[in-house]
C-alpha cells in the first residue's frame, strides 16, 4: 500500500553485464564495418580508423540512452475518437 507498495525485482548482475557486452559488440562490429567501407570508399586509412572509433564509442552509448527511454502507457483498449481527426471537412467556420 502507499506509493512504495511495487518494488522492482531486483536485477541480476549477469544481465547487465551480457547487455553491456552486446553493447560492446554492436559498437565494434558497426565501428569495423564503417572503417572499412570508408577505405574501401578511398579514405584515408587514419580518418577511416578515427571516424571507426567514433562509431566504436557512439553505438554503446546511443544504445544506453536508448534504453532510459521510458516504455509507452499500457493500451487500455479504450476508443478515444476525440484525439482523433474527422472523416468529415472542415472550412474553419462554426455553425
Do not use: K, N
Not at 525485482?9 to 544481465?15: A, F, G, N
Not at 557486452?21 to 554492436?26: A, F, N
Not at 580518418?47 to 534504453?67: D, E, Q, R, Y
Request: hydrophobic share 40%.
Amino acid at each position: 500500500m502507499g506509493r512504495h507498495a511495487g518494488s522492482a525485482p531486483p536485477v541480476d548482475p549477469r544481465s547487465r553485464v551480457t547487455v553491456w557486452l552486446e553493447r560492446l559488440l554492436v559498437g565494434i562490429l558497426a565501428g569495423g564495418v564503417i572503417a572499412v567501407v570508408l577505405r574501401w570508399a578511398g579514405t584515408a586509412s587514419s580518418t577511416s580508423v578515427t571516424v571507426g572509433l567514433g562509431v566504436l564509442l557512439l553505438v554503446p552509448v546511443a544504445a544506453w540512452v536508448a534504453s532510459t527511454v521510458p516504455s509507452p502507457p499500457p493500451d487500455d483498449g479504450s476508443d478515444d475518437r476525440s484525439s482523433q481527426p474527422s472523416d468529415e471537412p472542415h472550412d474553419g467556420r462554426r455553425g
